[in-house]
């Protein structure tokens, strides 16, 4: 089996036995430090915006629930690291649909900034005008991160009636994918900059 299919298998199993999957060293450091210089180039050339929350609602509520710049990824782009990002997601697409007939059809994927202080309130990725999400998959490309940094990733997971809050810290290499509907998570406050990229599955076009 490929070292990549293991990453698949192991990834598969997680989401299957508890809704989500953490895989440490899904990218590469050499990934990493590529992904983070177009990341922060992009970032210093202001082509990020700020992120929405799928309402209306002024510019102040919002950043009340969600405070990530983000940055969608161009399907046709010729970054070699984006390419390269986009090739092994789709080579996960392709497998979780052979062995588990997702029937995923597409894939939308953003870059995102958390400035210091930032967060994002506990929420679903699936609201009515993102239809078709399956799973949620995140990598994350903070090479120095302390735990004193926060912006941990937190899930919320019902375990025998019991509502369990797991913390996951966004390390460079690490990728966490979950069920985009199920599951409830929220980013803690983060008080060093936070880099991560973000994409969903969908079952549609
Ligand atoms: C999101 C999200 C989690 C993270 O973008 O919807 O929940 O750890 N991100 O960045
Ligand atoms: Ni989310």
């Known amino acids: 089996m490929l070292k990549s299919e293991e990453f698949f298998e192991e990834i ?54 969600r405070g990530d710049e983000i940055l969608w990824i161009d399907e046709k782009t010729e970054e070699p690291a984006e390419l390269l990002l986009l090739k092994k997601t789709n080579e996960f697409i392709q497998y979780l649909n052979a062995t588990c007939y997702l029937g995923i059809k597409s894939v939308e994927i953003h870059y995102a900034k958390y400035e210091n202080g930032k967060f994002y309130k506990r929420h679903k990725d699936m609201f009515q005008s993102q239809k078709g999400r399956i799973l949620s998959i995140i990598f994350y490309l903070n090479t120095d991160w302390k735990p004193e940094h926060g912006g941990e990733l937190v899930i919320y997971k019902e375990r025998g009636g019991v509502e369990e809050a797991i913390k996951i810290e966004p390390i460079a290499g690490r990728m966490v994918c979950f069920e985009s509907e199920n599951l409830e998570h929220e980013v803690l406050p983060s008080y060093a900059p936070r880099l991560s990229i973000t994409g969903w599955l969908k079952n549609v076009d």
Not at 13 to 31: H, T, V, W
Not at 34 to 45: G, M, Q, R, T, V
């Open 12 to 65: 598969i199993s997680g989401i299957l036995e508890n809704g989500y999957a953490i895989k440490d060293d899904f990218l590469l450091n050499e990934e990493v430090g590529h992904l983070k210089n177009i990341f922060e180039k992009k970032y210093n050339d202001g082509e990020f915006k700020q992120a929405g929350i799928g309402k209306s609602g002024d510019l102040k509520t919002q950043l009340e629930i």
